[in-house]
C-alpha cells in the first residue's frame, strides 16, 4: 500500500457560496466533497488543483493560498491518503457536471446550510470549518 497524495480545493461564489460534489466512488462514496483529486507523477499540487478542478466541475481557478491538510487513515480499507486542501478564486467557466461517472450531482451550499456533518467526507470537513 502506498500513501495517496490529492488535493482540494474550496471554491466560493460571489453570494459567498461553496462548491461542492457529491461522490459516486469510494472513497467516501455518497458524501458531499470539495472538489479535487490525485496528484499525478511530476505534477505540482497547484496545477492538480487547477487541472481537477476544471476536469470535474467546467470551472477555471486560481490557487490563493494553502488552507489545511487532512490526512485519512483507514487501516480496514487498505487506504492512507494525505490531502493538501486550497482556497481557490474562481475566474470563470459555468459550473457542471463533467464526471458524472465519478459524482452524483454539484451544488452550491451556503456556509449555514450545509449538509450534515456526517454527509461531508472526511477530508473536507476541515476546510468547511476554516472559511466559516
Not at 21 to 31: A, G
Not at 44 to 54: G, Y
Not at 115 to 129: C, G, H, W
Request: proline letters at 6%; one cysteine or more.
Amino acid at each position: 500500500m502506498a500513501i495517496i497524495v490529492g488535493t482540494g480545493a474550496v471554491i466560493q461564489n460571489d453570494e459567498g457560496q461553496v462548491l461542492l460534489v457529491l461522490r459516486k466512488k469510494d472513497p467516501e462514496i455518497h458524501k458531499w466533497s470539495i472538489p479535487g483529486g490525485k496528484v499525478d507523477p511530476f505534477e505540482t499540487l497547484e496545477h492538480t488543483i487547477v487541472r481537477e478542478v476544471e476536469e470535474e466541475t467546467g470551472l477555471v481557478v486560481e490557487v490563493e493560498r494553502l488552507l489545511c491538510t487532512d490526512e485519512t487513515i483507514q487501516p480496514e480499507q487498505d487506504r492512507h491518503l494525505l490531502s493538501l486542501i486550497y482556497k481557490v478564486r474562481y475566474t470563470g467557466g459555468e459550473p457542471q457536471n463533467r464526471e458524472p461517472q465519478k459524482h452524483a450531482e454539484l451544488r452550491w451550499f451556503s456556509l449555514n446550510e450545509l449538509p450534515p456533518e456526517t454527509d461531508i467526507a472526511t477530508f473536507s470537513r476541515e476546510a468547511l470549518r476554516l472559511i466559516q
